[in-house]
């Protein structure tokens, strides 16, 4: 019976489920940060969460692009630390952040300085445009922060890091939820920004996750 096998035969499956688990869990983290911006501008109108989920949509796809990217990272740096050449991680992590942030530049540039056009682009409705226009305006850094996100974080896995991108996720998404709670709809006494605060606290939040994974990566690779 499987309570017979041997604790040889059972490592394997313990193994792969310590680092499932927090990967499966990370991920969906990182996924809820655009569902509460969505959650958070219910409150401002139909218009404001149309608009804002037209941006996170576009936002959406740009993750599934680095996702490949940090897929192809991590499979690198095991390969390199499997082999013992860990000195030579370094320069695969640095291109891998070099070309993650050269693939969202243009998303940024353009959301910066022609968030208008791109929002009309993206809906009809004028309102709709607006919302989505003002969004990805004070959003311009979220795609280059998330591309140095996930290839710190898939650089930390695949060296067997699993519990530093699980808990720099949930404090990303801790902070994004108490910034929108409080700047979106204007609680404690601060006032209301609107979709301009999701924008900016996604953000925010994306930078301090940055903050840990790199602290934790300097650490592993005594950079």
């Not at 218009?47 to 804002?52: D, E, F, K, P, T």
Request: charge should be positive; aromatic fraction near 6%.
């Amino acid at each position: 019976m499987m309570r017979h096998a041997p604790e040889r035969g059972r490592s394997p499956v313990r193994a792969v489920w310590r680092l499932g688990i927090p990967v499966a869990t990370q991920s969906l983290l990182s996924s809820m940060l655009a569902f509460v911006d969505t959650t958070m501008v219910t409150s401002l109108g139909a218009s404001a969460l149309a608009g804002v989920g037209i941006a996170g949509r576009m936002l959406f796809v740009v993750s599934m692009v680095l996702s490949g990217l940090a897929g192809g990272t991590g499979i690198l740096v095991a390969q390199y630390a499997g082999a013992g050449r860990t000195e030579e991680i370094r320069g695969k992590v640095a291109a891998a952040l070099c070309l993650g942030v050269l693939l969202t530049m243009p998303l940024a540039v353009a959301s910066l300085f022609f968030g208008s056009r791109l929002g009309a682009m993206l809906a009809p409705d004028a309102d709709v445009a607006a919302a989505a226009a003002t969004f990805l305006t004070y959003g311009a850094a979220y795609a280059p922060a998330t591309a140095i996100s996930m290839m710190l974080a898939a650089t930390l896995r695949s060296l067997g890091n699993t519990r530093t991108p699980l808990w720099s996720g949930a404090s990303s998404l801790a902070l994004n939820t108490l910034l929108n709670y409080v700047f979106v709809l204007g609680h404690f006494g601060a006032p209301s920004y609107g979709i301009a605060a999701a924008a900016l606290a996604t953000t925010a939040a994306r930078l301090i996750e940055i903050s840990s994974l790199a602290f934790a990566l300097r650490r592993h690779l005594a950079i």
